[in-house]
């Protein structure tokens, strides 16, 4: 009897901006300050009542991004609602991965320390898998389209690397990994449709888990990811979640993917 044909699933997501839990158009982060910047929720409830709905509803493999300084404790109260079942990304190095593991992530995500002046470092990634094992390290591809190619991005999506988002740099990457989390940055936030090529370029490169993150506007759009991808990419939903002010049923949405 031939396996079962592996579905993609719903993974959810807790983004934090100055401790608060927001959803955020992923193009209108900066450094330098947040004039541009452009929000789309932010919640009244504290960042472990989401882990706790996630918990009640097993949506395993989501994932908590601190999108700059001043997440750490609310970071750190999410992880604690749901130990050992949610991953942590946004400013993770080497130093201080082992320390996040710690407090109760399943697993630490990694982009900009992997690039150091846009560049990508394999040295880094191996002392950073050698630290908390490969089965603990989620790299965070995420990037920008240009042109017919994307190109991952990092410190909150607004530098471009020099590395492309291709099969050959996906196989690299996932010696030392065990997931990808990709955002695609070009539309996360504006509800406004997936990266339908992207979607299907990646069921067709990854080899290990993958979930992509950007611009998830229906239902419908789980049948897609796992129509485009055959069943190989995961996807998270933000802004478009009725819990995050938006129109998408959040049980309705956690029902389509458990079936």
Not at 46 to 64: C, I, Q, S, T
Not at 84 to 92: E, F, P, S, V
Request: charged content about 25%; glycine content about 10%; aromatic content about 8%.
């Amino acid at each position: 009897m031939a396996p079962e044909q592996r579905r993609s699933t719903f993974r959810p997501c807790i983004d934090l901006h100055e401790g608060q839990v927001k959803q955020i158009v992923g193009g209108t982060l900066s450094d330098c300050n947040d004039d541009g910047l452009k929000t789309n929720f932010v919640a009244t409830q504290p960042p472990e009542y989401f882990a706790g709905k996630y918990r009640d509803n097993g949506l395993e493999g989501g994932h908590v991004i601190k999108l700059g300084p001043r997440n750490d404790e609310a970071a750190r109260r999410a992880l604690a609602e749901w130990r050992d079942h949610l991953q942590i990304g946004g400013g993770i190095t080497s130093d201080n991965a082992k320390e996040w593991l710690d407090a109760g992530a399943s697993k630490i995500i990694v982009t900009s320390y992997l690039f150091p002046g846009g560049n990508f470092d394999l040295e880094r990634l191996q002392t950073i898998s050698s630290l908390v094992g490969k089965d603990k390290l989620v790299v965070d591809v995420s990037c920008r389209r240009r042109g017919d190619k994307w190109f991952v991005a990092m410190n909150k999506w607004q530098d471009i690397t020099t590395m492309e988002v291709n099969k050959e740099n996906l196989d690299v990457l996932a010696q030392y990994c065990n997931e990808f989390l990709i955002h695609a940055a070009d539309v996360e936030g504006l509800c406004q449709g997936i990266d339908e090529e992207l979607v299907k370029k990646l069921g067709e490169w990854v080899t290990i888990p993958t979930t992509y993150a950007g611009g998830a506007k229906s239902i419908s759009d789980l049948e897609t990811v796992n129509r485009l991808s055959g069943g190989q990419v995961d996807l998270t939903y933000g802004s478009s979640l009725d819990i995050f002010g938006g129109v998408v049923s959040f049980d309705e949405l956690v029902k389509a993917s458990n079936q």
